[in-house]
């Protein structure tokens, strides 16, 4: 059996509010989608009344967007009344109201067949078909109910995979176009965010922080930006079959530029250079700055979700053996138990721990502040080890992926990913910017401020 709009009607005109009747031609389009999706069927009594609670969900995320964009309406269960008398309607809206998968379900469907997106711009033109009345869009508490389908994994992006009709489309379409480019509820004569992002991000890191601070050992938290949560947590040397030639750049590069590295006696400082002037090598960037982290993850891939990637580990200083000896080993090109113990006594680090240097998949090591870019981006490093794998060869140099071992739940509280919704990362970046976080101020060198004011005034 299927309950058709003909059979539904009655329920959704007793909801209407509006006279020109564009609100029943929203659910008219919401039902045939769920008729569409199969969620208007049934073959029991109790699957009857699932679809009813679908009725009564339809409605009340209408009347829930104009409550809250508009003020137009009382709350959904003061007018209930007015929708039916029948008894049994009556138990599927107390079940209604306990329990809010029906409405998670019908969001669910429309995200797929429409994009969320669309979805509140067909919601908001209801009320206004024949005036946008930007100016009362503005004024509207509307950027609180896109939290709200935020909240229920909305896809503002995704805004033009449906047609809910032709005129109607093209009525809305400056807005989805700028829900799209924007992705955020901006007022263009103000310059200001009616709801700002980045105080949610401070709270919970702030709250890692203090997970962290209540442990009362010496771990530290330092974070990584990473503009594509897809990406792998590897360090350049590791990428293009680079790594089997990792020596080879580095001698190549001290053969070719020699006075550049006079006077630079440690490996560790050498690395931090050459990585400085692009150079792969087995160095990964890290910051002590959340805010930091956060800006790399917006920085680029606007189209994609980014990462702030929170490790919470000892920070080991430069000189410890450790650091010394995995920081030697970009220059190592053995095999062997014995090739590696002559490579690492040869650079003076008599007598080394292989057996705990060869299990070590990374180390984080503070970065001596000597140069203003580290300095304005708190930075440190971590350096990889030797193999990252329990078999095989511990004595070869492999790839691997520290995403694996470090990016997971540790049971302590701490969020180890932090994504970041490409919708929000427009938005993100100018909050960061209004507080001083911006290309310019992290890289402090000639041509990244050129590059910083150019693109600042260039017309969008």
Known sequence: MILSWNDVRPYFENAAVLSDGQDMYWYQCVWQILDESNLTSYYSLAEKQVVYSRIYATIKIFREFSNVAFGESPEFSLYFDELTEDEDKQAVYNQLIEDDNAMQTIFDVLKTKMGMGITFCSLWITWRPQDLMIDGFYEAEIGTYKDYMNALNGDLSN?????????????????????????????????????????????????????????????????????????????????????????????????????????IDDAFERLIKMQHYD???????????????????????????????????????????????????????????????????????????????????????????????IRRQHGAFVVFGISGEENGNHYQKTNFDLRTLLVKDFGDGISRSIVIPKEEKMQLKRELDALGINHAFLFPELEHQARYIRTKYEEK
Not at 280 to 296: E, G, H, Q, S
Not at 299 to 323: C, L, Q, T
Not at 351 to 366: A, F, Q, S, W, Y
């Open 279 to 373: 150079l792969p090598t087995r160095l990964l960037d890290v910051t002590m700055n959340p805010l930091v982290a956060l800006y790399f993850a917006c920085n680029k891939n606007i189209n994609k979700d980014g990462e702030v990637i929170v490790f919470y580990d000892y920070m080991e200083r430069p000189g410890s053996v450790n650091a010394k000896c995995l920081v030697s080993l970009a220059e190592y090109s053995g095999a062997s138990e014995r090739q590696m113990l002559g490579f690492l006594t040869d650079q003076g680090l008599a007598n080394p721990d292989l057996g705990r240097l060869t299990k070590l998949t990374h180390i984080p090591i503070e970065a001596p502040k000597n140069n203003e870019r």
């Open 159 to 263: 805004i033009l995979n449906f047609d809910l009709s032709a005129d109607k489309l093209a009525s809305f379409e400056w807005l989805s176009n700028y829900m799209a480019e924007e992705t955020s509820f901006q007022n263009p004569n103000s310059g200001e965010y009616e709801h700002p992002l980045l105080s949610g991000y401070i709270k919970l890191f702030l709250k890692n922080s203090q997970i962290a601070n209540s442990e009362g050992d010496k771990r530290v938290l330092f974070y990584r930006g990473q503009s594509d949560k897809a990406y792998s947590l590897v360090p350049s040397v590791f990428r293009k079959g680079l790594l089997n030639k990792e020596h080879i750049l580095i001698q190549k590069l001290l053969l070719e530029s020699p006075e550049d590295f006079s006077g």
